[in-house]
């Protein structure tokens, strides 16, 4: 499976950005997908996840309320809605998929990790 992240930028506090994430390949082993962040000197932090069918979804407390996770399996492609972002959202978001159980917030459960996108909030 590969993963190509896509929607990263720099923009002022407040406003919106969209991530996609296309998956190619063994796609059906993309199993529950997920988006992950880390900034500079910080672990890898999970900030959302979505089953195929979208019975099963998660969010990081710090997200609840901002950000919305969708996907559409027709085009193998998982976003992110980031919403009201602040300085604390920079980071580098990076999509992941294949997890099957576990944490669905956790690294470890992901199989398949993409290259990553920028995100910088100025204030």
């Known amino acids: 499976v590969q993963l190509e992240e896509s929607g990263g930028g720099s923009v002022q506090a407040g406003v919106s950005l969209r991530l996609s994430c296309v998956a190619s390949?063994?796609?059906?082993?993309?199993?529950?997908m997920g988006w992950f962040r880390q900034a500079p000197g910080q672990e890898r932090e999970g900030v959302a996840a979505?089953?195929?069918?979208?019975?099963?979804?998660r969010y990081a407390d710090s997200v609840k309320g901002r950000f919305a996770i969708s996907r559409d399996n027709a085009k193998n492609t998982l976003y992110l809605q980031l919403n009201s972002l602040t300085p604390e959202d920079t980071a580098m978001y990076y999509c992941?998929?294949?997890?099957?159980?576990?944490?669905?917030?956790?690294?470890?459960?992901?199989?398949?990790w993409g290259q990553g996108t920028q995100v910088t909030v100025s204030s």
């Open positions: 979505h089953s195929p069918g979208g019975s099963i979804t």
């Open positions: 390949g063994d796609t059906h082993l993309t199993k529950v």
């Open positions: 992941a998929a294949g997890a099957a159980g576990g944490s669905y917030l956790a690294a470890r459960s992901y199989a398949y």
